[in-house]
């Protein structure tokens, strides 16, 4: 078989000192329609890690015949290509595919002086971005969506979450800025995906009642007031503190005020659903709003958060009280609260929460929330 030769700058671009192709170059390269190699990509029954790894989606003006039009247009890695066209074959293809391995390497070699380097490394926090936590979260979010659809789904569901990212957001998502991490959830959680749907039959979901939408309007009250009080402690003890201590307390603030956004996020996405309520026999019964698996999952997110922030406020205590001209009245109350809230919500739902959150990868073992009641235990425990 004749080898043919493709001019690797016709088919690979360099993004992120990455050589990526897109399937519109491959649909030219292989003579197939672009909507064709689209359909094909969307189908691909590879991880969500692999798909978000090495796909990326967003829109592109292409011509269209005489006419210019919009189209969704996929820019993929060279382990993403060699994934899409392993099913491409004849001849012809094999030649091709071969000609755009060989542009793949031309196009690393001129990067890296050698072939591009195995990326197996310790994931780690780029300047200005996402920390591994965060990090972390995202992808939780994402598995946690991506597992609860049918397996043909999945790939085009994973791609669609971190394409999602990376148009609202113009980056990576690990390049995302640490004060927009609450908006990047927000959105993963948010995204409509194909296939997603409730089962009729399933399983039966845990409720949540009148009772318990109070208490998580209760939380999400009181820890802005405590942000509120914190954002003023903070810049009276901004202005009077030794520069020394400056970067340690806008860090711990930051941590605030992160946990803050987190509780106010998630607890308006869990009472935006609303409690249903029927006739007025059905709300002296109680009436209930019907949770899924994610949904508890993402509570035990609001509620560990939460309980963090109650954390922070009570360690920072001796700090708020050694500030006398500064009014800070009723910070005492609004943790005691929320501690009492998160109790309350963790006698109730407790366990499901915990077992969603095991299954979606977002349970933190470091994070005791029986001692929202149980003050005998530590709310955090860090190994060193």
């Known amino acids: 078989m004749t080898a043919i030769t493709l001019p690797a700058s016709d088919l690979i671009t360099i993004q992120n000192n990455q050589p990526r192709t897109t399937s519109l170059k491959v649909a030219e390269a292989f003579g197939r329609l672009h909507k064709n190699v689209i ?31 919009k189209s969704k247009v996929y820019e993929m890695t060279k382990d993403g290509f060699m994934f899409l066209v392993m099913g491409f074959t004849g001849k012809k293809a094999a030649q091709i595919k071969e000609a755009y391995i060989n542009a793949f390497n031309e196009m690393a070699e001129k990067i890296y002086g050698k072939p591009a380097p195995a990326k197996k490394r310790k994931p780690k926090a780029l300047p200005n971005g996402l920390t591994i936590d965060q990090q972390d979260t995202i992808k939780s979010l994402v598995k946690a969506r991506v597992d609860a659809l049918p397996p043909a789904k999945r790939a085009k569901a994973a791609i669609t979450c971190w394409s999602s990212l990376k148009s609202k957001f113009g980056c990576t998502y690990k390049e995302i800025e640490p004060d927009h991490f609450t908006d990047a959830v927000s959105l993963v959680a948010r995204v409509p995906l194909e296939g997603e749907y409730i089962e009729a039959e399933s399983a039966p979901a845990a409720k949540l009642t009148d009772e318990q939408s109070k208490r998580i309007s209760c939380i999400k009250t009181h820890s802005s007031g405590l942000k509120r009080k914190l954002s003023a402690f903070m810049k009276s003890a901004m202005e009077t503190s030794k520069p020394e201590k400056r970067d340690e307390l806008a860090r711990h603030y930051r941590e605030v005020r992160e946990h803050a956004h987190v509780i106010d996020s998630q607890s308006e996405g869990l009472l935006s659903s609303g409690v249903t309520h029927d006739t007025p026999e059905t709300e002296q019964a109680g009436s209930h709003a019907t949770l899924t698996q994610v949904d508890l999952a993402i509570l035990y997110g609001f509620s560990m958060s939460a309980l963090q922030l109650v954390d922070m406020g009570e360690r920072l205590k001796p ?30 739902v407790g366990a499901e929460m915990e077992a969603a959150a095991k299954e979606s990868g977002l349970y933190k073992d470091y994070v005791d929330l029986r001692a929202a009641k149980d003050r005998s235990r530590p709310i955090i425990t860090l190994d060193d």
């Open 39 to 69: 359909q094909k990509l969307e189908s691909l029954d590879c991880s969500e890690e692999f798909a978000s790894a090495n796909f990326s989606a967003h829109e592109q003006e292409i011509q269209a015949g005489a006419v210019k039009r």
């Open 319 to 348: 700090a708020i009280d050694a500030l006398k001209p500064l009014s800070l009245f009723g910070v005492d109350a609004r943790l005691e609260t929320c501690r009492q809230s998160i109790g309350w919500l963790h006698d109730k």
